[in-house]
T-cell receptor, first 112, second 112 residues
Framework: SQTIHQWPATLVQPVGSPLSLECTVEGTSNPNLYWYRQAAGRGLQLLFYSVGIGQISSEVPQNLSASRPQDRQFILSSKKLLLSDSGFYLC???????????FGPGTRLTVT | GQQLNQSPQSMFIQEGEDVSMNCTSSSIFNTWLWYKQDPGEGPVLLIALYKAGELTSNGRLTAQFGITRKDSFLNISASIPSDVGIYFCAGQVTNTGNQFYFGTGTSLTVIP
Protein backbone atom coordinates (compact mmCIF):
# COMPACT_ATOMS: atom_id res chain seq x y z
CA SER A 1 0.00 0.00 0.00
CA GLN A 2 1.00 3.59 -0.51
CA THR A 3 1.93 5.98 2.26
CA ILE A 4 2.91 9.62 2.26
CA HIS A 5 5.14 11.24 4.85
CA GLN A 6 5.78 14.84 5.72
CA TRP A 7 8.24 16.38 8.11
CA PRO A 8 8.59 18.13 10.30
CA ALA A 9 5.10 17.96 11.81
CA THR A 10 5.43 21.40 13.35
CA LEU A 11 7.88 24.21 12.86
CA VAL A 12 8.36 27.66 14.40
CA GLN A 13 10.67 29.93 12.46
CA PRO A 14 11.57 33.62 12.71
CA VAL A 15 10.85 36.04 9.91
CA GLY A 16 13.66 36.09 7.38
CA SER A 17 14.87 32.58 8.10
CA PRO A 18 15.01 29.83 5.45
CA LEU A 19 12.54 26.98 5.13
CA SER A 20 12.69 23.40 3.96
CA LEU A 21 9.72 21.04 4.18
CA GLU A 22 9.98 17.53 2.87
CA CYS A 23 7.44 15.10 1.50
CA THR A 24 8.03 11.50 0.45
CA VAL A 25 5.73 8.88 -1.00
CA GLU A 26 6.20 5.14 -0.61
CA GLY A 27 4.68 2.24 -2.48
CA THR A 28 4.22 3.85 -5.90
CA SER A 29 6.34 5.14 -8.74
CA ASN A 30 6.15 8.31 -10.83
CA PRO A 31 3.39 9.93 -8.80
CA ASN A 32 2.09 13.42 -9.42
CA LEU A 33 3.00 15.50 -6.36
CA TYR A 34 1.42 18.62 -4.94
CA TRP A 35 2.03 21.26 -2.28
CA TYR A 36 -0.98 23.03 -0.78
CA ARG A 37 -1.29 25.67 1.91
CA GLN A 38 -4.30 25.83 4.19
CA ALA A 39 -5.08 28.89 6.30
CA ALA A 40 -7.31 28.84 9.38
CA GLY A 41 -8.54 25.29 8.74
CA ARG A 42 -10.24 26.15 5.49
CA GLY A 43 -9.56 26.59 1.82
CA LEU A 44 -6.70 24.62 0.34
CA GLN A 45 -4.57 26.72 -1.97
CA LEU A 46 -2.49 24.89 -4.56
CA LEU A 47 1.10 26.16 -4.49
CA PHE A 48 3.07 23.77 -6.72
CA TYR A 49 2.63 20.53 -8.56
CA SER A 50 5.03 18.18 -10.26
CA VAL A 51 4.47 15.46 -12.85
CA GLY A 52 8.06 14.19 -12.78
CA ILE A 53 11.60 14.68 -11.53
CA GLY A 54 12.70 18.27 -12.03
CA GLN A 55 9.30 19.30 -13.41
CA ILE A 56 7.64 21.95 -11.26
CA SER A 57 4.62 24.10 -11.99
CA SER A 58 3.87 27.09 -9.82
CA GLU A 59 0.34 28.25 -9.23
CA VAL A 60 0.84 31.25 -7.01
CA PRO A 61 3.69 33.81 -7.27
CA GLN A 62 5.37 34.09 -3.88
CA ASN A 63 8.63 33.68 -2.05
CA LEU A 64 8.29 29.91 -1.95
CA SER A 65 9.85 27.41 -4.32
CA ALA A 66 9.60 23.67 -4.83
CA SER A 67 11.93 21.00 -6.07
CA ARG A 68 11.67 17.33 -6.92
CA PRO A 69 15.13 15.82 -6.73
CA GLN A 70 13.88 12.22 -6.74
CA ASP A 71 10.82 10.46 -8.10
CA ARG A 72 9.03 10.23 -4.77
CA GLN A 73 10.44 13.26 -2.98
CA PHE A 74 9.01 16.76 -3.06
CA ILE A 75 10.56 19.69 -1.19
CA LEU A 76 9.09 23.10 -0.39
CA SER A 77 11.61 25.85 0.32
CA SER A 78 12.00 29.50 1.04
CA LYS A 79 15.08 31.67 1.34
CA LYS A 80 13.42 34.20 3.63
CA LEU A 81 10.15 33.54 5.42
CA LEU A 82 7.43 36.16 5.79
CA LEU A 83 4.81 36.34 8.52
CA SER A 84 2.21 35.61 5.86
CA ASP A 85 3.86 32.24 5.18
CA SER A 86 2.38 30.83 8.40
CA GLY A 87 -0.11 28.08 7.79
CA PHE A 88 -0.71 24.39 7.43
CA TYR A 89 1.25 22.90 4.53
CA LEU A 90 -0.04 19.75 2.92
CA CYS A 91 1.62 17.47 0.43
CA UNK A 92 -0.51 15.25 -1.78
CA UNK A 93 -0.02 12.66 -4.51
CA UNK A 94 -1.97 10.90 -7.20
CA UNK A 95 -1.25 8.37 -9.93
CA UNK A 96 -2.82 10.36 -12.68
CA UNK A 97 -6.03 9.21 -14.35
CA UNK A 98 -8.10 8.64 -12.28
CA UNK A 99 -7.03 11.72 -10.35
CA UNK A 100 -7.65 10.73 -6.75
CA UNK A 101 -5.40 12.82 -4.53
CA UNK A 102 -4.18 11.53 -1.19
CA PHE A 103 -2.83 13.87 1.44
CA GLY A 104 -0.01 13.65 3.93
CA PRO A 105 -0.40 14.52 7.61
CA GLY A 106 0.71 18.14 7.09
CA THR A 107 3.24 20.54 8.59
CA ARG A 108 2.13 23.35 10.84
CA LEU A 109 4.40 26.35 10.18
CA THR A 110 4.38 29.38 12.44
CA VAL A 111 6.49 32.35 11.43
CA THR A 112 7.22 34.69 14.33
CA GLY B 1 -8.96 30.54 -10.81
CA GLN B 2 -12.04 28.41 -10.53
CA GLN B 3 -14.59 29.20 -7.84
CA LEU B 4 -16.14 26.41 -5.82
CA ASN B 5 -18.99 27.42 -3.57
CA GLN B 6 -19.58 24.98 -0.76
CA SER B 7 -22.59 25.19 1.52
CA PRO B 8 -23.48 25.33 4.25
CA GLN B 9 -20.35 26.74 5.87
CA SER B 10 -21.20 25.06 9.16
CA MET B 11 -23.79 22.69 10.57
CA PHE B 12 -24.82 21.76 14.10
CA ILE B 13 -26.93 18.64 14.23
CA GLN B 14 -28.16 16.07 16.70
CA GLU B 15 -26.67 12.60 16.67
CA GLY B 16 -28.74 10.35 14.45
CA GLU B 17 -29.81 13.08 12.04
CA ASP B 18 -29.02 13.05 8.35
CA VAL B 19 -26.70 15.66 6.81
CA SER B 20 -26.64 17.20 3.35
CA MET B 21 -24.07 19.51 1.87
CA ASN B 22 -23.28 20.62 -1.64
CA CYS B 23 -20.70 22.20 -3.86
CA THR B 24 -21.30 24.27 -6.98
CA SER B 25 -19.02 25.58 -9.67
CA SER B 26 -19.17 28.08 -12.49
CA SER B 27 -17.29 25.60 -14.67
CA ILE B 28 -17.88 22.08 -15.86
CA PHE B 29 -15.88 19.52 -13.91
CA ASN B 30 -14.94 16.02 -14.98
CA THR B 31 -14.09 14.73 -11.50
CA TRP B 32 -15.46 15.46 -8.05
CA LEU B 33 -13.83 14.37 -4.82
CA TRP B 34 -15.11 14.61 -1.26
CA TYR B 35 -12.75 14.76 1.73
CA LYS B 36 -13.04 14.84 5.52
CA GLN B 37 -10.44 16.62 7.62
CA ASP B 38 -9.94 16.24 11.35
CA PRO B 39 -8.20 19.05 13.26
CA GLY B 40 -4.46 19.13 12.68
CA GLU B 41 -4.51 16.32 10.13
CA GLY B 42 -4.51 15.99 6.38
CA PRO B 43 -7.79 15.53 4.48
CA VAL B 44 -8.90 11.94 3.95
CA LEU B 45 -10.54 10.98 0.67
CA LEU B 46 -14.11 9.75 1.18
CA ILE B 47 -15.64 9.41 -2.27
CA ALA B 48 -14.56 9.99 -5.88
CA LEU B 49 -17.02 10.66 -8.73
CA TYR B 50 -16.23 10.52 -12.45
CA LYS B 51 -19.47 10.59 -14.42
CA ALA B 52 -22.38 13.02 -14.55
CA GLY B 53 -25.29 11.59 -12.61
CA GLU B 54 -23.09 9.06 -10.81
CA LEU B 55 -24.23 8.14 -7.31
CA THR B 56 -21.64 6.50 -5.07
CA SER B 57 -21.85 5.28 -1.48
CA ASN B 58 -19.23 4.63 1.16
CA GLY B 59 -20.93 3.27 4.25
CA ARG B 60 -23.28 5.95 5.57
CA LEU B 61 -21.95 8.46 3.05
CA THR B 62 -23.48 9.00 -0.37
CA ALA B 63 -22.27 11.46 -2.98
CA GLN B 64 -23.61 12.41 -6.37
CA PHE B 65 -22.07 14.01 -9.44
CA GLY B 66 -24.63 16.54 -10.67
CA ILE B 67 -26.02 16.05 -14.15
CA THR B 68 -24.99 19.56 -15.17
CA ARG B 69 -21.42 18.64 -14.14
CA LYS B 70 -21.28 21.90 -12.20
CA ASP B 71 -22.28 20.56 -8.81
CA SER B 72 -21.95 17.70 -6.39
CA PHE B 73 -23.73 16.62 -3.21
CA LEU B 74 -22.69 14.71 -0.12
CA ASN B 75 -25.15 13.12 2.27
CA ILE B 76 -24.39 11.49 5.61
CA SER B 77 -27.08 9.32 7.12
CA ALA B 78 -27.62 8.67 10.82
CA SER B 79 -24.77 10.91 11.97
CA ILE B 80 -22.52 9.84 14.84
CA PRO B 81 -20.06 11.87 16.96
CA SER B 82 -17.03 10.75 14.93
CA ASP B 83 -18.52 12.43 11.85
CA VAL B 84 -17.36 15.73 13.34
CA GLY B 85 -14.88 17.52 11.12
CA ILE B 86 -14.58 19.69 8.05
CA TYR B 87 -15.79 18.30 4.75
CA PHE B 88 -14.27 19.54 1.51
CA CYS B 89 -15.29 19.12 -2.06
CA ALA B 90 -12.71 19.23 -4.82
CA GLY B 91 -13.28 19.44 -8.53
CA GLN B 92 -11.09 18.91 -11.55
CA VAL B 93 -11.80 21.10 -14.55
CA THR B 94 -12.01 19.43 -17.92
CA ASN B 95 -8.84 19.56 -19.97
CA THR B 96 -6.70 21.36 -17.40
CA GLY B 97 -4.64 18.37 -16.43
CA ASN B 98 -4.35 17.40 -12.84
CA GLN B 99 -5.32 20.56 -11.00
CA PHE B 100 -8.03 20.29 -8.40
CA TYR B 101 -9.92 23.24 -6.96
CA PHE B 102 -11.21 23.00 -3.42
CA GLY B 103 -14.31 24.33 -1.75
CA THR B 104 -14.03 26.33 1.47
CA GLY B 105 -15.35 23.47 3.55
CA THR B 106 -18.39 22.60 5.65
CA SER B 107 -17.74 22.34 9.36
CA LEU B 108 -19.91 19.63 10.92
CA THR B 109 -20.64 19.43 14.63
CA VAL B 110 -22.63 16.47 15.94
CA ILE B 111 -24.29 16.94 19.31
CA PRO B 112 -24.60 13.66 21.25
Amino acid sequence: SQTIHQWPATLVQPVGSPLSLECTVEGTSNPNLYWYRQAAGRGLQLLFYSVGIGQISSEVPQNLSASRPQDRQFILSSKKLLLSDSGFYLCAWDRGNPYEQYFGPGTRLTVT
Amino acid sequence: GQQLNQSPQSMFIQEGEDVSMNCTSSSIFNTWLWYKQDPGEGPVLLIALYKAGELTSNGRLTAQFGITRKDSFLNISASIPSDVGIYFCAGQVTNTGNQFYFGTGTSLTVIP
